[in-house]
């Protein structure tokens, strides 16, 4: 037990019959300070009953005079020496006002946004598509007009505002300085065809002139 245990317990036992509360004053009292268990014996021995008495008596005077301090508080509405300040009335609640117009035009809106928003997100991604496939088939027209294989230029990004026709002269002329060799169109093909026939038929007309002035000569 502890110094304050000790001296409570010497004291029920010197003084039975006392109420516990005014022997726990006295104990808690004479205990403040005291360390050395030695001393508890002299300590509950040095308590006189007129001790008990004057603590106890201490105790309803004390008692006594909260009261009537209390007591006069509630009546003049202080608290340690203060008024007392009443607390305020709250407001009652408000009910919450209807939707206005705008409101309720805006939740429309918003609920229509987000169940459209999947019909919405597939058309853009048509019309992306869309168009990404008349860009394609533009390439490949312009591509073909200069006679670049498809290898040359499938894969690549080519941006979207290109001029195309620049952007085909400028890799044809590298392809070119590569050692590329292009295959002649038809039209160029047929037209040296059409020379060779006309170098041939002009040679004929060389021949039958010089052998009509031979003719002539004999």
């Known amino acids: 037990m502890n110094i304050y245990e000790q001296i ?12 516990d509360a005014t ?6 009292k004479k205990a403040e300070g005291v360390t050395d268990e030695s001393k508890v014996n ?10 008990v008495l004057t603590s106890y008596g201490d105790y309803r005077a004390d008692g006594a005079q909260k009261t009537a301090v209390s007591n006069y508080e509630k ?23 209807p939707n206005e ?12 946004g987000t169940a459209l928003k999947p ?7 048509m019309d992306a598509k869309t168009k990404a496939d008349a860009r394609n088939a533009q390439i490949d027209e312009v591509a073909k007009s200069f006679g670049i294989p498809e290898f040359a230029y499938k894969g690549k990004t080519i941006a979207d505002d ?5 952007y085909f002269t400028d890799l044809k002329q590298e392809m070119q300085n590569s050692g590329f060799q292009f295959a002649k169109s038809p039209e160029e093909g047929n037209h040296e065809h059409k020379d060779d026939m006309d ?10 002139e010089a052998i009509k002035t031979e003719n002539e000569k004999k």
């Open 162 to 166: 290109a001029d195309l026709n620049q």
């Open 42 to 51: 002299s300590i509950v021995e040095g308590i006189s009953f007129q001790d």
């Open 119 to 125: 019909l919405t997100d597939r058309m853009d991604a």
């Open 8 to 19: 409570l317990a010497g004291l029920k036992t010197k003084f039975q019959g006392v109420e």
């Open 101 to 112: 117009p705008q409101d309720l035009a805006a939740q429309i809106a918003a609920a229509l």
């Open 23 to 28: 022997l726990q004053r006295i104990a808690s």
């Open 199 to 208: 170098s041939l038929l002009d040679g004929v007309n060389k021949r039958t």
């Open 75 to 97: 009546k003049h509405n202080i608290k340690d020496g203060k008024p007392i300040e009443e607390p305020k009335p709250q407001d009652p609640p408000t009910d919450p006002k």
